[in-house]
């Protein structure tokens, strides 16, 4: 059946519409066949992980709804994995920072779509794996100085070539791992994911056609931008700036400071972060691809809903990021928690940033993701912890959820102590956490483990010094602690537990809104 092609390359509103429909459902079933085929409860429970579509000029045409530091940075890998000169039907894997990655344990693999000999697109998907090796348990240690400390560095590297796995590849990097089984379980699930994204992307050529296909790019990219900028037009001739600070590095408790200014120049959203910190000995270094990320999800959360999210929204930024700053990582330095909690304050800090210029943000959430790993001889588990939401003059801030750069769910108790020498002695709603206001900011959790073996356990968390800020004349909310065996931690340490020992870890409440 021969193709059908439209008469001409103009798509009117529906039709843009049902096109960013169509590529954004394929990148959907990508990640749906990437948790239902993965192993570990990270990534089949939690759903750290995301996946993307790209035309056949490395454009993100496509997201699902998953976890915007992953897809913010995601354009990078496939720009890293173009310069290798793929062909049709390679598979790419990387995490290098510096080379198309974000932290280390986010395992990116990219596919070359091929059609009749040519590469017609890309599939990609980002999955945060429990351990890539390095100096402690799961890979997000406090304390490394360079980025060789926190696991196996993979620059872009074909795993698949002509469509057959490189099983010299797999094993070296299963080596270089805690728990290789799991780890080659969930590489499977993203091979499938990528599958599934290139299936979907050839369905479509054949139903349309390439030509009509690449225009319907065009037409839904340039869609986007019109729409981001004629968001920021509307904020008028603004001009706002902001400072706030991470609460340490992990290797001192010296507050790093997070500066920008914002305005709008040429229809664009202008974020300039000179005076912010250099780059510091710890992790909370922060590739410029995560920066990045970060003020992509910000100028999203101020379009209506239905604006397709894909690189249109990117187009509409220009970043000024002063070389050798603590958002501007580069080689060696350590960058497992830029990823994870640098991403929320760069995300704080320009939400507070146009708040100064009178641009309608919520108060401040959790800022922070709360990672908690811990690890023992054969096994690792990982994972992030809800908070509070700020509230808004629209209304209260939600309870105990995923804040900014984070969008995944909770693990399961159930799940957890099937899989681990772990017990949940506690998960609950910490009433009273968020702040006062017209609208009370949203409340935090509290959640206590218990150790039924030695084990390591690994925090790197925020915004237990600094709270989160209400807006309007809204109470801040209240900080996060952390405790093992009743006795207050560290934002940002390792420690070792017993049989029978507990972590408590109490997330911070949103700020609320507005004067009771």
Not at 388 to 407: E, F, I, L, T
Not at 427 to 453: E, H, I, M
Request: aromatic fraction near 4%; include cysteine.
């Amino acid at each position: 059946m021969t193709p059908r092609r439209a008469p001409t390359a103009r798509f009117d509103p529906l039709a843009i519409t049902v096109m960013a429909n169509a590529f954004a459902m394929t990148a959907e079933e990508m990640g749906t066949v990437l948790v239902r085929g993965a192993l570990s409860p990270n990534i089949r429970e939690r759903r750290d992980a995301s996946a993307a579509l790209f035309d056949a000029h490395g454009r993100m045409v496509a997201q699902a709804a998953h976890i915007p530091v992953h897809l913010g940075a995601m354009p990078e890998s496939v720009r890293a994995v173009r310069s290798c000169n793929p062909r049709p039907g390679d598979v790419f894997l990387l995490n290098d920072p510096y080379d198309g990655g974000s932290h280390l344990p986010d395992l990116t693999l990219v596919e070359a779509i091929g059609r009749r000999g040519t590469v017609v697109g890309y599939s990609a998907v980002r999955a945060h794996h429990a351990d890539v090796g390095g100096m402690s348990p799961g890979s997000m240690p406090q304390g490394a100085t360079e980025l060789v400390q926190e696991g196996i560095v993979i620059p872009p590297t074909r795993l698949v070539r002509d469509g057959r796995l490189d099983a010299e590849l797999l094993r070296l990097v299963l080596a270089n791992v805690r728990t290789p089984e799991e780890r080659r379980g969930d590489l499977r699930a993203q091979l499938a994911a990528c599958a599934a994204g290139a299936q979907g992307w050839l369905a479509l050529l054949d139903r349309e056609g390439r030509g009509q296909v690449d225009a319907a790019v065009r037409a839904v990219l340039d869609y986007t931008e019109r729409l981001a900028r004629a968001r920021i037009l509307e904020l008028g001739d603004i001009a706002g700036s902001a400072r706030d600070a991470l609460e340490g590095d992990g290797v001192s408790e010296r507050e790093v400071p997070i500066v920008v200014a914002a305005s709008v120049h040429r229809g664009r959203l202008r974020l300039d972060f000179t005076g912010s910190s250099p780059i510091v000995p710890g992790n909370v270094n922060c590739p410029a691809s995560v920066t990045r990320a970060a003020a992509v999800f910000v100028l999203r959360t101020l379009l209506p809903h239905d604006v397709p999210t894909n690189e249109g929204i990117a187009r509409a930024l220009d970043l000024v990021l002063p070389e050798g700053c603590v958002l501007d990582a580069r080689w060696p330095a350590a960058v497992a928690a830029g990823n994870v909690e640098t991403s929320q304050r760069v995300t704080d800090t320009i939400f507070a940033a146009l708040a100064n210029a009178g641009v309608p943000v919520p108060a401040q959430g959790q800022g922070t993701m709360n990672n908690v790993t811990f690890g023992a001889p054969g096994w690792t588990f990982y994972e992030t912890l809800g908070g509070g939401q700020g509230a808004s003059a629209r209304g209260r801030g939600p309870d105990a959820v995923h804040v900014g750069m984070s969008n995944t769910l909770n693990t399961p108790i159930e799940a957890l102590e099937r899989a681990y020498p772990l017990r949940v002695d506690e998960y609950a709603v910490r009433r009273g956490s968020g702040g006062a206001g017209r609208y009370r900011g949203g409340d935090g959790v509290r959640r206590v483990y218990r150790a039924l073996a030695e084990c390591s356990v690994t925090l790197l968390t925020e915004r237990r010094r600094r709270p989160p800020q209400g807006a309007n004349g809204g109470s801040d909310g209240a900080p996060g602690c952390n405790a093992h065996n009743g006795r207050e931690l560290p934002a940002k340490c390792r420690a070792g537990l017993r049989a029978g020992d507990t972590l408590s870890v109490e997330t911070p409440g949103g700020g609320g809104w507005g004067v009771a």
